[in-house]
C-alpha cells in the first residue's frame, strides 16, 4: 500500500499507515452511532459545566446575603433614628426572630 504522494521511502510506508488509520478513524465517527455518543458526550460536558458556573453563583450570592441577626440590627438602627414605625419595627423582628429560630432549630437537628 502506498502512501499520500508528497510522501516517499519511509516515510511512504509509515504515512500510508497514518493515512489508512485516519481514514477508518474518520469513517467510524462518520456513523449515527457514533456521532450520537459525541453529541451526547459534549451535552453531557455542557451540562457539568452549566452545573458547576451556577453553584459558584449560588454560593457566591448565599456569601453576600446578610444573615437575620445583621438584618435585625440594621432595623434596630432604623428604628432608633424614627425612620420605622414601632408597628413596622415588630413585624419585621417578629419574623426575622422567627426565620432566625427556624435556622437555629434547623442547624441544631444536621449538626
Do not use: C
Amino acid at each position: 500500500m502506498e502512501g499520500p504522494p508528497w510522501l516517499s521511502g519511509r516515510e511512504a510506508r509509515w504515512g500510508a499507515r497514518v493515512y489508512v488509520d485516519m481514514s477508518a478513524f474518520r469513517d467510524f465517527f462518520e456513523g449515527p452511532v457514533a456521532q450520537l455518543v459525541v453529541w451526547l458526550a459534549l451535552l453531557a460536558i455542557l451540562v457539568a459545566v452549566a452545573v458547576y458556573i451556577l453553584g459558584k453563583i449560588r454560593a457566591a450570592s448565599a456569601q453576600q446575603e446578610p444573615n437575620e441577626s445583621e438584618m435585625l440590627s440594621k432595623f434596630r438602627e432604623l428604628h432608633a433614628k424614627g425612620e420605622l414605625s414601632d408597628a413596622e419595627y415588630r413585624t419585621i423582628k417578629t419574623k426575622l426572630a422567627t426565620r432566625l429560630q427556624e435556622k437555629i432549630k434547623g442547624n441544631g437537628e444536621t449538626g
